[in-house]
């Protein structure tokens, strides 16, 4: 059974950091894709960042290029989204997912975790 484990979600203020983990299990991810969305409340669910399955490509929205840096572990099935210089409107539930095609639409990736919060207090 393929599972995504999303970890180190939290409350932090403006211009703080964060990083968030994803491991995933029960599945071969070392060919696959990882991405991270998010969505805030009363939004639609968004794209934050992608990295193909060998880590040598990535892509980022353009609202957090620059402040957020997405890596695998060595390993392939572990995924992270390291966060500086957090805003407000930053606050969200994140999401890890994973699929096939390295994209920034979330139609390709067919697994996905249960979410983590992130708080950005001003």
């Known amino acids: 059974q393929v599972q995504l484990v999303e970890s180190g979600g939290g409350l932090v203020q403006a211009g703080g950091s964060l990083r968030l983990s994803c491991a995933a299990s029960?599945?071969?991810?070392?060919?696959?894709?990882m991405g991270w969305f998010r969505q805030a409340p009363g939004k639609e669910r968004e794209f934050v960042a992608a990295?193909?399955?060998?880590?040598?490509?990535?892509y980022y929205a353009d609202s957090v290029k620059g402040r957020f840096t997405i890596s695998r572990g060595d390993a392939k099935n572990t995924v992270y989204l390291q966060m500086n210089s957090l805003k407000p409107e930053d606050t969200a539930v994140y999401y890890c997912s994973s699929g096939p095609v390295f994209s920034q639409s979330p139609r390709p990736y067919d697994y996905w975790g249960q979410g983590t919060q992130v708080t950005v207090s001003s």
């Open positions: 990295i193909n399955w060998s880590g040598g490509s990535t």
């Open positions: 029960g599945g071969t991810f070392s060919r696959y894709a």
